[in-house]
């Protein structure tokens, strides 16, 4: 079932078939690790897929809840790229690929703007548009027991602290947002421009 939200986005529920590949994304993802299996399972049927045109404006920096809802994102197909304070971040700070999630910081606190534009840049060859899933910010925090929202409030500003010295980009809690990539053991933290 296609639904129409807005006019040029589509919101596609989940299915059965991607629901393992959410698991296993929230899975990996620093934030969700010490969530049991049960509450993972319940926010797995929680994500919805969306689909943007190349040059659509996924998040707007500055935005905040009180506007519109908020909404965490994984990056299934295409590529967007990442502007704070009308300039493109450089290097890979810059451009999401398949794999990265971002809107950490949106479904964790009730305050939160977001610290970055996230724009559709590049379409799937499959789909030819950008695909995501995302997770409403309310829904998450009414399934979270508070002790343990808590804990991810105090684990997402300590990563914010590292994120900020590898990219030199200055987070603040309260204002900004955060774009996380996977750990892969495989891939470089740094390149050798940032030595």
Known sequence: T??????AQRKILVVKEITEDIRDRLR???MFVSLDDETISALVLQFEMVEYEPGETIIEQGRAGKDEPMYYYMLIDGECDVIKDGKKLPGIFGTLEPGSQFGEQSILFD???RGATIIASKASAKSNKIVLYQLDGATFRKMMDL????????????VIKVFDTLSGVD??????GTIIRPYEPSRRWLSSSWR
């Open 2 to 7: 296609i639904l129409k939200r807005g006019s």
């Open 28 to 30: 990996r993802n620093f």
């Open 111 to 113: 305050e939160s703007k």
């Open 147 to 158: 002790k343990e929202l808590k804990k991810l409030q105090t684990r997402i500003k300590d």
């Open 171 to 176: 987070t603040k809690i309260a204002g900004t």
